[in-house]
């Protein structure tokens, strides 16, 4: 791996950019206040093989990896108006059919993931289980040819805008009676599933929902490639999860950099720009620093996970998932102090990003869960839960 992105990523990270440009924060933050959502945008990042980047070319992706998609939504995010349905549709759901799926399930889903005209939410957390996966209420009983699939599931994000949820289940096993995990495709409009959204205080277009699931029936094909193989399905949507999480993050804080420098360069309230006192000018540097130092961990996780090492990019991919949220926090809150009291109003539009660039503290996993992986795997020390 070279520390220089070739023509073709350059080409690509510039196309994004102009495309980010053209809609930006204002577009972004209109369409969240007035209960819209990110359509146009979607539909144009789809059209120009923004959204299925990373899919398989013999379903309309555009064959390159995860790196690739990490830059799409990096360079959005870094506009203002990130699409955080690319962390859940072409990444997590996306790479888990195309490595897992059936055929069928591949033909079915794959193009309309790649081109956009489909998207694909993803529900894992539930009200009692939370962080502890182990602990997952979600069943799916067989009976005759179909599941019958029961459970409620909390905070997962565009199901309103979704065709379907990958939903992550169990399964009786029929030997031993045990639950297992397994993964169901669910269509929003299948009966039996309903959703409400959550009242929360996080200003963005993407919703979040609590689903309940009352005996949907779904066909057998609705199950995720075969019954044995769901841990290693999950494991394969996680590193693209951390990683796109991660580029959220690092856009996010670019985005509040961007507009704290350009503010601090100009500001004058002594005799020069406020950007010329070293208590302005030094915790800027020092995000710019953090920022980048995640942005290469975020590199390192792409470039393992595109080559195949899964393991070795699932630690890379929590610790830029880990640094990249703790540098986007730090970059909005020191934008908005750089800002003073411009920073709060609506017309500098850097204080509504607070809770977003918090909320990647938070999910898709948490800073605390984090810090437990590394521990117990980088570090080799006893599990403390
Ligand atoms: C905006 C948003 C969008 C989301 N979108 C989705 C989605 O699309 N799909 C989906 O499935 N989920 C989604 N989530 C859920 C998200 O993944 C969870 O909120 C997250 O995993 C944390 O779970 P929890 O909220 O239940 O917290 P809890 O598990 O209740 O944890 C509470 C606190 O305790 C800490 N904690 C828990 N266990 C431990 C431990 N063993 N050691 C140390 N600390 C611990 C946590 O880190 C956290 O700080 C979303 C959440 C948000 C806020």
Redesign the pocket.
């Known amino acids: 791996m070279g520390f220089t992105e070739n023509d073709e990523r350059r080409a690509l990270r510039s196309a994004v950019a102009d495309l980010g440009r053209r809609y930006g924060y204002a577009y972004f933050i209109e369409q969240a206040r007035s209960g819209g959502r990110l359509t146009e945008l979607w539909r144009e990042a789809g059209k120009l093989g923004f959204l299925g980047v990373n899919l398989p070319e013999r379903y309309g992706g555009g064959g390159a990896g995860l790196y690739e998609l990490s830059v799409v939504l990096e360079e959005l995010a870094a506009a203002g108006c990130g699409l955080l349905m690319m962390v859940?549709s072409p990444a997590i759901c996306g790479t888990i059919i195309a490595r897992f799926g059936t055929q069928a399930q591949q033909e079915q889903w794959l193009p309309r993931l790649a081109s956009g005209s489909a998207i694909m939410?993803?529900?894992?957390?539930e009200p009692d289980a939370?962080?502890?996966s182990h602990r997952l209420k979600t069943v799916a009983r067989r009976e005759g040819d179909e599941w019958v699939l029961s459970g409620r599931?909390?905070?997962?994000?565009?199901v309103d805008e979704a065709d379907a949820v990958m939903i992550v289940g169990r399964t009786a096993d029929a030997r031993t009676g045990r639950l297992r995990p397994a993964l169901f495709v669910v269509p929003t409009d299948a009966p039996g599933f309903t959703f409400q959204p959550i009242e929360?205080e996080?200003v963005t277009p993407e919703r979040?929902f609590l689903l309940f699931l009352d005996d949907v029936r779904l066909p057998a094909g609705a199950l995720i490639g075969e019954p044995d193989a769901a841990l290693m399905q999950l494991f394969a949507g996680l590193n693209p999860e951390r990683i796109m999480a991660s580029a959220m993050a690092v856009g996010i804080g670019r985005y509040a950099l961007d507009k704290a420098v350009s503010y601090v360069r100009e500001r004058t309230v002594w005799d020069v720009p406020v950007g010329a006192h070293q208590g302005i000018a030094h915790p800027l540097a020092q995000i710019k620093i953090e920022l980048e130092l995640a942005k290469l961990m975020m590199q390192k996780a792409a470039t393992l996970q595109d080559s195949g090492d899964g393991k070795a990019a699932g630690e890379a991919a929590n610790m830029a998932k880990y640094a990249a949220a703790e540098a986007s926090v730090r970059a909005v809150d020191q934008a908005v102090q750089s800002l003073g009291g411009n920073g709060l109003t609506k017309e500098y539009g850097v204080a509504s990003l607070l809770a977003v660039a918090r909320?990647t503290r938070?999910?898709?996993?948490?800073?605390?869960?984090i810090l437990?992986f590394v521990a117990q795997n980088s570090l080799g020390l006893p599990k403390?839960?």
Do not use: C, D, H, W
Not at 121 to 125: D, S, V
Not at 153 to 158: D, E, N, W
Not at 362 to 369: D, G, K, L, N, Q
């Open positions: 859940v939410a993803f529900g894992i957390t939370g962080s502890n599931k909390i905070y997962i994000s565009g929360m996080l979040q909320t938070i999910a898709p996993v948490s800073r605390e869960m437990n403390s839960y």
